[in-house]
C-alpha cells in the first residue's frame, strides 16, 4: 500500500492573486445567510418573479410559473410517491423545461438529484442507477426503452416519462411530439406500464401543499458522476452548501459586468453536465437571467437561428462548440453588438478558435477552470482581459490552490506539478466509496485534481498537461480503462490499449491500438462491438491494428508511447 502524500502547508496570507483580483471583488464568501439551494431559489423568486426564467423551443416560463411547477412536482414526490429525505431521483432529460422544473422540485422535497446522460447506453446506465440507489427517475420518451431493458437489475419504483414537447402549450406540445414521435420515429417503443407522464404528475399535485422539509448546507443536493481522475464512474456528492458557494462565488465574479435581471444566456451545454448546471442554471438563475434551452446543438443551422431571434448576452462553451458555430452559414452575420460574456470550460479552448471568435463577434472568449468535485468552478479569467491569454485565471473567491509534486510538496513559483485546490465549493466525497474519496480529498479539505499545471508570480494559473491518462472529448471524460475493458470482450482481440489523439472537431478524439487474436478481425466490427456498451462520444474514432503493444519490464501497457508515436 503507497504511503498517504503529505498534505500542502498554504497560508491564505500567501495568495499572491489577491493583489490582483478585480476591483470590487472580495478575497472570500458567506453562505451563512442561506440554508439551501431552496433559498437562494426563493430570494430569486422574489426578485424577478415576472421576468421570463426559461425559454425553449419559443416556450417562456417566468420565475413565477418555475416556482409553481417546481412546487407541484415536489409535492408529487413527496405527496404521492412517498419519497424520503435523502432519496435519490434520477433526471434523464435533455435541455428541456422539464428539467429546471423537475431538478428544482426534487431539491425542495428534500430528496437528491443524480443526473443522468441520456445518451448512455443500456450497461452504463445500469451502473449508475445501481451505484445511485435511485428510487425514482424522470425520463425523456425517446430513451426510455433503455431504462426498460435495465430497470429490473436497479432500485428504480416510479418511472416518470416526458416527451420533448410536454411544456410547450398544448398545441404545439402535441405537434412537437407527434413529429418527434412518428414523423423522425426518435422514440422506440418501450412499455413501462405504471410509468405515469410529466403533465400528469404535475396535475395530479395541483392543488396540494408540501410539508416544510428541513435542509441544511451539509445535506447532499447532487449525485454527479464523473470517472473523478481515473476509472469507474462515482457519484460525487455535491452538498446544497457546495452549490451555495459555487454561486456566491462565481456571482462576486460577474457583478461588475453583470445586470441582475436583465441578461439573456444561451445553454446549449446539457444541463445534466455540472459546467451548465452550475454556471447557467444556478449562477445566472441566482442573478435573474433569462436561460435559453437549446434541446439539439448538434443541429447548427437551427441553433444559428435561435441566436438570431436572441439578443443574447451570455453564451457558454466548449471549444467544439464555439468551433462548430463558427463554421456554420450564417453565423458570422449574425448582430453581436448585445453580446458581453462568452464563457469557455469543460476542456481546454484553443487559441487558434478563440482569436477566430473575437475577430466575428467582436468578444473575448473568457477561460475558466473546474470539474466536477468542485462543483465545479476554481478559477477563472477577469472578465476585462481584451485577449485570448491561455491562462485559466486566478482560482476564485474563498478559493486557495497550490501546486505540488509527486510527494505531495509544494513546489517553487512558476514550476510545474500537480494542481490542489481548496475551498467550499469542493465535494463532500464520493458516494459509498471512502477509498476512492480518501485517495482524492486529504484530510484537511484539499482536492488533488489530477491536473498539470503552473502558477505564475500574479496568481494566474495555466494548465500543463493532464497527470492521468483520461481523454477529453467534446469537453466529456473518458477513460481508457473502461473502453479497453469492452474492447477486450471482443473474442478477436488479443490485446488493446486506448489513448487520446488529437481532433480538429472534439479536441480530442479516441484511439485504440489494438493486437488481433482473430486475423480477420476488422476495424468496422470492433466500433459494432463497442456501440452495443459505449456512448458515442466514448467509442474509439481511430482503430489501429499492431503485431504487439509497448509494455515496461513488468508487462505494463506504455500509453505514453502509444500517444508519442500516433501524434
Known amino acids: 500500500m503507497s504511503k498517504a502524500r503529505p498534505e500542502p502547508k498554504f497560508e491564505p496570507s500567501a495568495r499572491p492573486w489577491l493583489k490582483h483580483y478585480p476591483e470590487g471583488v472580495a478575497a472570500d464568501i458567506d453562505c451563512s445567510r442561506y440554508r439551501s439551494i431552496g433559498d437562494v431559489f426563493?430570494?430569486?423568486?422574489?426578485?424577478?418573479?415576472?421576468?421570463p426564467a426559461f425559454s425553449c423551443m419559443g416556450k417562456t416560463i417566468t420565475y413565477r410559473q418555475l416556482d409553481s411547477a417546481s412546487y407541484q412536482f415536489a409535492c408529487y414526490l413527496k405527496n404521492h410517491l412517498r419519497l424520503q429525505s435523502g432519496a435519490r431521483v434520477a433526471l434523464m432529460l435533455p435541455n428541456t423545461l422539464q428539467y429546471p422544473i423537475a431538478m428544482f422540485g426534487i431539491l425542495r422535497a428534500g430528496l437528491v438529484v443524480v443526473n443522468v446522460n441520456p445518451m448512455y447506453t443500456g450497461p452504463e446506465l445500469c451502473h449508475q442507477l445501481i451505484d445511485s440507489g435511485a428510487e425514482a427517475i424522470v425520463v425523456i420518451e425517446n430513451v426510455a426503452h433503455m431504462l426498460e431493458s435495465v430497470?429490473?437489475?436497479?432500485?428504480?419504483?416510479?418511472?416518470?416519462?416526458?416527451?420533448v414537447g410536454d411544456q410547450l402549450g398544448f398545441v404545439k406540445g402535441l405537434i412537437v411530439n407527434w413529429v418527434v414521435r412518428y414523423q423522425r420515429k426518435l422514440v422506440p417503443e418501450f412499455n413501462i406500464a405504471e410509468a405515469v407522464g410529466f403533465n400528469t404528475a404535475l396535475a395530479r399535485a395541483a392543488a396540494e401543499r408540501l410539508e416544510p422539509v428541513d435542509l441544511s448546507l451539509s445535506d447532499v443536493a447532487f449525485l454527479q458522476y464523473t470517472g473523478g481522475t481515473?476509472?469507474?464512474?462515482?457519484?460525487?456528492?455535491l452538498t446544497h452548501g457546495n452549490i451555495v458557494a459555487n454561486m456566491l462565488q462565481a456571482g462576486s465574479w460577474l457583478a461588475s459586468s453583470i445586470k441582475p435581471g436583465r441578461e439573456?444566456?444561451?445553454?446549449?451545454?446539457?444541463?445534466y453536465h455540472i459546467f451548465a448546471l452550475t454556471v447557467n442554471c444556478m449562477v445566472f438563475l441566482r442573478l435573474g437571467a433569462h436561460n435559453i434551452l437549446i434541446t439539439d446543438p448538434r443541429d447548427m443551422r437551427g441553433f444559428v437561428k435561435t441566436l438570431a431571434e436572441s439578443k443574447f448576452s451570455v453564451i457558454t462553451g466548449v471549444n467544439t462548440l464555439f468551433n462548430g458555430l463558427m463554421n456554420t452559414d450564417g453565423f458570422s452575420e449574425l448582430n453581436f453588438a448585445t453580446v458581453k460574456l462568452c464563457v469557455g470550460g469543460g476542456a481546454a479552448v484553443q487559441r487558434a478558435v478563440a482569436e477566430r471568435w473575437q475577430s466575428i463577434t467582436g468578444a473575448t472568449i473568457i477561460e475558466g477552470y473546474g470539474l466536477t468535485e468542485a462543483s465545479p468552478a476554481c478559477m477563472l479569467n477577469s472578465l476585462d482581459n481584451k485577449a485570448f491569454t491561455g491562462a485559466i485565471g486566478p482560482p476564485l473567491p474563498g478559493t486557495e490552490a497550490c501546486i505540488c509534486d509527486d510527494s505531495g510538496h509544494l513546489v517553487a513559483q512558476g514550476q510545474e506539478g500537480e494542481l490542489w485546490v481548496k475551498g467550499p465549493q469542493v465535494m463532500a466525497g464520493y458516494w459509498q466509496r471512502p477509498l476512492e474519496s480518501a485517495q482524492t480529498l486529504s484530510s484537511d479539505g484539499w482536492l488533488k485534481t489530477g491536473d498539470v499545471?503552473?502558477?505564475?508570480?500574479?496568481?494566474?494559473?495555466f494548465i500543463v498537461d493532464r497527470k492521468k491518462d483520461m481523454i477529453l472529448v467534446s469537453g466529456f471524460n473518458v477513460y481508457p480503462n473502461e473502453v479497453e475493458d469492452v474492447l477486450a470482450?471482443?473474442?478477436?482481440?488479443?490485446e488493446c490499449a486506448v489513448v487520446g489523439v488529437a481532433d480538429g472537431?472534439?479536441?480530442?478524439?479516441?484511439?485504440?491500438v489494438v493486437v488481433r487474436k482473430d486475423p480477420a478481425l476488422t476495424a468496422e466490427a470492433l466500433r459494432s462491438h463497442c456501440a452495443l456498451s459505449l456512448t458515442p462520444y466514448k467509442r474509439p474514432k481511430l482503430i489501429e491494428f499492431r503485431e504487439a503493444l509497448p509494455k515496461s519490464s513488468v508487462g505494463k501497457i506504455l500509453r505514453r508511447e502509444l500517444r508519442d508515436s500516433t501524434s
Not at 430570494?43 to 421576468?51: C, D, F, T, V
Not at 430497470?151 to 416519462?161: C, D, F, L, Q
Not at 481515473?230 to 456528492?237: D, H, L, R, W
Not at 470482450?489 to 488479443?494: E, F, K, T
Open 42 to 51: 426563493a430570494e430569486a423568486l422574489k426578485r424577478y418573479g415576472s421576468l
Open 453 to 461: 499545471a503552473r502558477m505564475d508570480a500574479k496568481g494566474q494559473f
Open 264 to 271: 439573456i444566456v444561451i445553454t446549449a451545454l446539457p444541463l
Open 151 to 163: 430497470r429490473a437489475s436497479t432500485s428504480i419504483k416510479h418511472v416518470i416519462t416526458t416527451g
Open 230 to 237: 481515473t476509472g469507474v464512474s462515482k457519484g460525487a456528492m
Open 505 to 512: 472537431a472534439a479536441g480530442e478524439a479516441v484511439k485504440a
Open 489 to 494: 470482450q471482443h473474442a478477436g482481440v488479443l
